[in-house]
């Protein structure tokens, strides 16, 4: 039976903050006229094949909310860094359009767009795309110096930065002098500095080790907690897409497969080719409590399990207790239960 993920409701009332739709990104000099033959049902190989155009980007249409994680995955040629570039329209679309606070981003002129990608946007890179001849310092307050912010408020500001990813003392150093991902987070301090509404994330971490980049994501997901951007990071590693995503959009030959909370990818897969993305992933360690308990305000007897924790943290109560346990929620208030059925379905399944 499929679970009902709409009785787990954030607080707030959630927002759109970036709306794309029918987005058709076409590389080559006919773009426009291929565009058609792609709605006329050509895919991407049969594109190359007879047209000698590649297909970046199928009909694509998604909706982001604010304050949120969205992960946009798939394999090498997906269309995942297409998509992304997008957003601050690094890439000029075929067709379609792209909002943002229903402003339409395609319709920018020059210094509007300037300024969009100036005060509203920041980019992190894979290959962290830092001056090698600046300090940290300098690199992380490139964009107060282009807004033309004072030079003490912009030290003021970098210096804010520079702590918060943990790299205190280490300001007036250059990108040589530091590890991989010690200058990922001179990357990261640097999209933080202009403080933008929006993070763009391509690969962001995929250059690192892979101790170094559990570290970042783990610091993404605490800045998180505070800064309450909207953060669109691109991967191709499942895992980290079910660490950080609120929501994780999969594409497939420039198509939009399947988006939607990560406990609903993993048990309601859309087609063979999701199927084959989480056919490895332990799914007692990602999912949580809450994805698969029943939902009621009636207490039950006996140990208590939290809805936010991994069903693989909650084994061995599951596993004792061999009946119905209660489900709260962070300030220990009732919301479900489960039992030792439903995490025998989940291990069997997996």
Not at 44 to 69: F, P
Not at 108 to 122: A, S, W, Y
Not at 266 to 283: E, G, H, I, M, S
Request: with cysteine.
């Amino acid at each position: 039976m499929e679970k009902d993920y709409s009785s787990i409701e954030r607080v707030r009332v959630s927002k759109v903050k970036i709306k794309i739709e029918k987005l058709y990104k076409i590389f080559g000099p006919k773009a426009k006229e291929m565009t058609q033959e792609v709605k006329n049902g050509v895919n991407k190989d049969e594109l190359l094949a007879k047209y000698n155009h590649v297909l970046g980007l199928d009909n694509i249409n998604l909706d982001i909310e604010e304050q949120t994680i969205q992960v946009v995955m798939g394999l090498s040629g997906s269309g995942k860094s297409t998509l992304i570039r997008h957003i601050n329209r690094l890439i000029e679309p075929t067709e379609g359009v792209v909002l943002v606070d229903n402003q339409d981003v395609t319709k920018l002129d020059k210094n509007e767009l300037l300024d969009f990608r100036r005060t509203r946007t920041g980019m992190v890179f894979q290959r962290f795309g830092l001056f090698p001849h600046q300090n940290i310092i300098d690199n992380v307050q490139l964009g107060l110096s282009i807004k033309g912010v004072e030079k003490a408020e912009s030290n003021e500001t970098a210096m804010f930065w520079i702590d918060k990813v943990g790299l205190n003392g280490f300001e007036y150093k250059f990108p040589n002098q530091l590890s991989g991902g010690m200058q990922q987070r001179v990357g990261l301090a640097r999209a933080l500095a202009n403080d933008p509404d929006i993070l763009l994330m391509d690969e962001a971490f995929s250059a690192l080790d892979p101790l170094i980049r559990s570290d970042m994501q783990d610091q993404l997901l605490e800045l998180q907690k505070n800064l309450k951007k909207t953060i669109m990071f691109i991967t191709h590693d499942l895992d980290e897409a079910l660490k950080l995503g609120d929501q994780i959009a999969i594409l497939n030959g420039g198509k939009l497969v399947q988006n939607g909370k990560p406990e609903e990818i993993l048990l309601n897969p859309a087609d063979d080719y999701v199927t084959k993305f989480v056919q490895d992933v332990n799914r007692a360690k990602v999912l949580k409590v809450k994805s698969i308990m029943i939902s009621n305000s009636q207490g039950t007897e006996g140990p208590k399990v939290n809805m936010n924790d991994s069903i693989e943290s909650c084994l061995p109560t599951i596993l004792d207790t061999r009946s119905t346990l209660g489900v709260v929620d962070d300030q220990n208030n009732i919301v479900g239960s489960i039992s030792d059925k439903e995490v025998a379905s989940i291990l069997r399944n997996n």
